[in-house]
């Protein structure tokens, strides 16, 4: 059992907008603003999406954005691309040099 | 330009020893933590812990505590990740990696390409 917890699917048709969940406790997400997103292709290594809830690194398109409410992260997709088609891992700090992970979820373009 | 680079795919028995590594370069003026993440095949990322390089400072997630070791060499920017007697449940894809930001605390944005580890008799 990951210490985050996302939805195992998520789905949307080509051009639609998706968001993904990422649920923690006001111990993690819901205190600290360290939220980060993973993407990650079969047989690739992860690649950053999102780092401290809602900043894009240089390079993601500005269709990936993230946001927060309470204990919540969420990961919204707009535009959605067959590119998009990955696994999405969220991940919190949650003091005393600790991360926590989700257990990710699986983005399907329709 | 940052980036890790991991060792060659590792096949063992169970009981052996392993050590591999992660070389890190392009750090030029910001100090840097190098983490260590497990994949069992089929499954999640796993936070197995993390290491600053400068003075081989170590955090590990509770769940690796006592099954590996992370460890350091400054001169040559590696990190190391190690098990004294491996068991068939090791077998997965460990990836490395660090960070561009300040602390690690903000996110990694940078990954190694995976050292596959497989563990069989």
């Known amino acids: 059992q990951s210490a985050l917890t996302q939805p195992p699917s998520a789905s949307g048709s080509p051009g639609q907008s998706v968001t993904i969940s990422c649920t923690g406790s006001n111990s993690d997400v819901g205190y600290y603003m360290y939220v980060s997103w993973y993407q990650q292709h079969p047989g690739k290594a992860p690649k950053l999406m999102i780092y401290e809830v809602t900043k894009r690194p240089s390079g993601v398109p500005d269709r990936f954005s993230g946001s927060r409410s309470g204990n919540t992260a969420s990961l919204t997709v707009s535009g959605l691309q067959a590119e998009d088609e990955a696994e999405y891992y969220c991940s919190s700090f949650a003091g005393s040099s600790k991360l926590l992970f989700g257990g990710g979820t699986k983005l399907t373009v329709l | 330009e940052v980036q890790v680079v991991q060792s060659g795919a590792e096949v063992r028995q169970p009981g052996e020893s392993l050590k591999i590594s992660c070389k890190a370069s392009?750090?030029?003026?910001?100090?840097?933590?190098i983490a260590w993440f497990r994949q069992m095949p089929g499954k999640g990322l796993e936070w197995m812990g993390i290491?600053?390089?400068?003075?081989?400072?170590?955090k590990y997630s509770p769940s690796f505590q006592g099954q590996v070791t992370m460890s350091a060499d400054r001169s040559t920017s590696t990190a190391y990740l190690q098990w004294t007697s491996l068991k068939a449940s090791d077998t997965a894809v460990y990836y490395c990696a660090s960070h561009t930001f300040y602390d690690y605390i903000s996110g990694f944005d940078v990954w190694g390409q995976g050292t596959l580890v497989t563990v069989s008799s």
């Open positions: 290491i600053y390089p400068g003075d081989s400072d170590t």
């Open positions: 392009g750090h030029r003026y910001t100090p840097y933590w």
